[in-house]
């Protein structure tokens, strides 16, 4: 079975471009999850999808990124314009539904470098 | 809020010895998992802990659930060159993940 599939693997932009990241989820996992990752931390929420709504987009920094999850399968995550501490990976993960005893696997992310 | 510490930061052993590692929370928990992670990868769920004073074994790894839910250790014995990533502690506050900063193991063959 395929996993979580991120595209692309890495990308280096100027500040002020915009960026996009798509991920592709387990198939039947209804639940997506945007994370971000910092070097030397853990991985960080930003987004969590149920099928095409997003239910908890409060630590979205909504000022420059944006997520959408159309027919609740595939997810882009943008950021414009970029800066430079948005530098990063960035990682996406499915489950089938949101419950502390369902297992979240992590596509590999995207590492982002903002010159 | 929550205060969470996981140590070691980092651990450089030689092949073969066995490793601990642990998390502590100023909050109690009812789930602690443990994540590794390795380099240009996702993490990765090793074992969930589900109940205080639960012991979980996945092949040379063992984590327990702390009886007071406060804390859980992680240990890997006869470590070998594939043990090397960064192992999280995670769990779950307010229906999110969240996780600790991550322990660096090191295998020296």
């Known amino acids: 079975e395929a996993g979580v599939v991120q595209s692309p693997r890495y990308k280096i932009i100027e500040k002020k471009q915009p960026v996009a990241f798509w991920c592709n989820p387990i198939s039947g996992h209804n639940t997506l999850y945007w994370y971000l990752q910092n070097l030397g931390q853990g991985p960080e929420l930003l987004i969590r999808y149920e099928n095409e709504e997003a239910v908890d987009d409060s630590q979205l920094p909504k000022d420059r990124f944006s997520a959408e999850r159309l027919k609740g399968v595939d997810s882009t995550l943008k950021i414009q314009p970029a800066e430079l501490g948005d530098s990063a990976v960035y990682l996406c993960?499915?489950?089938?539904?949101?419950?502390?005893?369902?297992?979240?696997?992590f596509g590999p992310g995207t590492r982002l470098l903002v010159l | 809020g929550q205060q969470l510490n996981q140590s070691p930061q980092s651990m450089f052993i030689q092949e073969g010895e066995d490793v601990s590692m642990n998390c502590t929370s100023s909050?109690?928990?009812?789930?602690w998992l443990w994540y590794k992670q390795e380099p240009g990868e996702g993490p990765v769920l090793l074992i969930a802990?589900?109940?205080?004073?639960e012991l979980t074994s996945n092949g040379r790894l063992t984590a327990q659930f702390g009886i007071t839910r406060k804390d859980s250790f992680l240990n890997i014995s006869a470590s070998i060159p594939s043990d090397v990533g960064i192992y999280f502690c995670g769990w779950y506050g307010n229906n999110r993940l969240a996780f600790g900063k991550g322990n660096q193991v090191v295998v020296i063959p």
């Open positions: 909050s109690i928990f009812n789930t």
């Open positions: 802990l589900y109940k205080a004073g």
């Open positions: 993960a499915s489950s089938l539904r949101l419950t502390d005893q369902e297992t979240q696997y």
